[in-house]
Every structure is written in C-alpha cells, then in structure tokens.
C-alpha cells in the first residue's frame, strides 16, 4: 500500500501561475501488525519514529519500523528500503 501511495504522489504535479509545475514528495513510516507489537500504540509509535527516519532522508522514501533483532552483527540499525 505505501508504495503505491509513493508511486501515486509522484505522478501528481500543480501548476503554478509564474514557476511551472509543483512537484511533490512523500515520505512514509511504516510497522508491520505483528504478534511482537502488542499495543496499538506501540505501533504508532513505532510507525512515527519510522516516519521520521524518512523525512530525514531522502525524498520519496519509504521506512519500516526496525526492532532490535533487525540489528547486524556489529549492532547497527538496518536500514530501510529506497523506493
């Protein structure tokens, strides 16, 4: 679902009176329902500090929540996927 929002919002574009076309990007968290999530606001707030990796990224730029166990061997955080 968040890739085709991603996909969506890049096609869109305004026109504006004196400088062409507005273009728009997105940025999006996301965490997966899993049993290993308990609360739902465990889960949003796994999806904001997701959401905020993205908007600190590029643009367009989709990011799942990452627990510890996604950790490599030298304990650094995994990175999220690049759409």
């Known amino acids: 679902m968040a890739e085709r929002i991603l996909q969506e919002v890049e096609q869109c574009s305004v026109e504006s009176i004196d400088r062409g076309p507005i273009r728009f990007t997105v940025s999006i968290g996301v965490e997966p329902l899993i049993p290993r999530t308990p609360t739902a606001l ?4 796994k999806a904001a ?14 990011i799942a929540a990452r627990d510890e ?3 490599d061997e030298d304990g650094v955080k995994a990175a999220g996927m690049r759409c």
């Open 69 to 71: 166990s996604d950790d």
């Open 42 to 45: 465990e889960i949003v707030d």
């Open 49 to 62: 500090e997701a959401l905020g990796e993205a908007k600190n990224s590029d643009n367009n730029r989709i």
